[in-house]
């Protein structure tokens, strides 16, 4: 079944991207195409209508004057979204809408339903067939490698290549024992029934060992991430070289990394990819247009359990991030041990779909306590929970005091060594979500 496609013209600025997300979440198809596409490439697909999109001021008005500007006798409804096409069109005797402000959804309603006839039948099935049937077209008979981390976006992107090209899938996911919970057996779970080559490393004590006494959060960060692409360097040789390597990468990490001219505040791990450690030809990243919500989308449509696809964000370097100072196996099953019970407290109070993230640290700190009428001196455990829509600013989460009674004496009554438990107020910043 064909359907209905709207082209966005791409004339700078963000707000591409951002304007097909809208078009999207209203069921139409769209396809961003540079301000210098010819005329002739954009009347072959058809469209029924055409929005140009710029950001605002200088970036736009240049551009504008290298369209083509036959696009503007395209007999289709035309929209401009706060870039300044207007006159040009006007010249080729064009009328076209103008809006400034793309967040006006009304107006995106009434120019894709009303002026181009749009049905609004594209629906993420839509999408998900054509992004399988172009996977398939562009890697062939080749092979393709991912290191799956069991995060939402790694965990989609598999499932996806799992449907597009099946056993020429190669998933390494890396073990590094410092996930959650029952974490790692559930993402192997995840992928059990699937045809495709799933690896799973163990390489806990590697890590554990290049850890020994390293108490500096960056310094962690460092070894966790070159560990990393040794283990994942040991595992891509054993399987030889590969056509492609694809990454996870979603629209939202191409805005972070290329637009913040802001110092790094934390070395995250896992964004920058792997590209020198492995042999492959090409980096496919299928989900890079993708918003977060709609990556979460596409996994439901694709099958993917549930657990997975509303996995809440979780650092690379994982609990090692959240266990203060020195690791040791001690701390860290100390750690899990709270962080699960209070995951399980928020979920019981239905408070996991409202709350971003929410985690258990392990402070480095010891007090001391009673039990029984004995003096203890152990562990702090801190509550962490924010709210946030795009993690670089953050709240603290105003959980009822009875929910968080009941965690602090679960955890002080359950976990071995805890005699004291915090709840995080401070929000981002002054503070990080994470403590390391
Ligand atoms: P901070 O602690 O900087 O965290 O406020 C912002 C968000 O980023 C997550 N985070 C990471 N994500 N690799 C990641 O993919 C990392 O190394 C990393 N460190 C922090 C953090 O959990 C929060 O969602």
Redesign the pocket.
């Known amino acids: 079944m064909s359907h209905q496609t709207i082209v966005i013209l791409d004339l700078g600025g963000q707000n591409n991207q951002l304007a097909a997300r809208r078009v999207r979440d209203l069921g139409v198809y769209c396809e961003v195409k540079p301000f210098n596409t010819p005329a002739e490439e954009i009347k072959s697909l058809n469209p029924a209508g055409i929005i140009f999109t710029g950001g605002s001021g200088k970036t736009a008005d240049n551009t504008a004057s290298g369209i083509d500007k036959n696009i503007f006798s395209i007999p289709v409804p035309m929209l401009d979204i706060n870039c300044g096409c207007d006159p040009a069109a006007k010249t080729s005797g064009k009328e076209i809408k103008k809006i400034t402000d793309e967040n006006d959804i009304g107006i995106f309603k009434s120019f894709l339903f009303n002026d181009c006839g749009c049905t609004g039948d594209w629906t993420m099935n839509d999408f998900a067939r054509q992004n399988i049937a172009e996977i398939r077209k562009k890697v062939g008979d080749g092979r393709v490698l991912l290191a799956l981390s069991g995060?939402v976006d790694s965990s989609v992107l598999a499932a996806l290549l799992a449907k597009a090209v099946g056993r020429q899938l190669t998933c390494i996911f890396v073990d590094h024992g410092f996930m959650r919970k029952n974490e790692g057996d559930e993402v192997q779970k995840a992928f059990a029934g699937w045809d495709i080559n799933f690896c799973r490393v163990d390489a806990r004590e590697r890590f554990m060992s290049r850890l020994k006494g390293v108490t500096e959060p960056e310094e962690k960060?460092k070894i966790i991430g070159e560990e990393f692409i040794r283990v994942f360097e040991t595992e891509a040789k054993k399987i030889g070289a590969v056509d492609f390597f694809a990454q996870g990468t979603i629209y939202p990490d191409i805005i972070e990394s290329g637009t913040n001219g802001s110092g790094v505040?934390?070395?995250?791990?896992?964004?920058g990819g792997l590209p020198d450690c492995v042999d492959f030809k090409e980096i496919i990243e299928p989900l890079k247009l993708l918003f977060k919500d709609e990556v979460r989308k596409l996994g439901t449509e694709l099958g993917l359990s549930e657990i997975l696809v509303n996995r809440q964000?979780?650092?690379?370097?994982g609990l090692a991030?959240r266990c203060i100072g020195g690791l040791t196996e001690e701390k860290l099953d100390i750690l899990r041990e709270a962080d699960y019970i209070f995951r399980s407290e928020i979920a019981n109070a239905g408070l996991d779909r409202t709350i971003n993230?929410y985690f258990a640290v392990l402070t480095g700190m010891r007090s001391v306590g009673v039990n029984d009428g004995v003096r203890t001196y152990d562990y702090t455990v801190a509550l962490r929970a924010v709210h946030t829509t795009d993690?670089m600013t953050?709240e603290f989460a105003k959980i009822p005091y009875d929910i968080l009674e009941k965690t602090a004496v679960r955890i002080s009554n359950e976990v071995k060594n805890v005699n004291r438990v915090v709840y995080d107020i401070t929000s981002?910043p002054p503070a990080?979500?994470?403590w390391e």
Do not use: D, L, M, W
Not at 265 to 271: E, G, I, P, T
């Open positions: 995060g960060r505040v934390k070395s995250h791990h896992n964004v964000p979780f650092p690379g370097p991030v993230q993690f953050a981002k990080t979500i994470e």
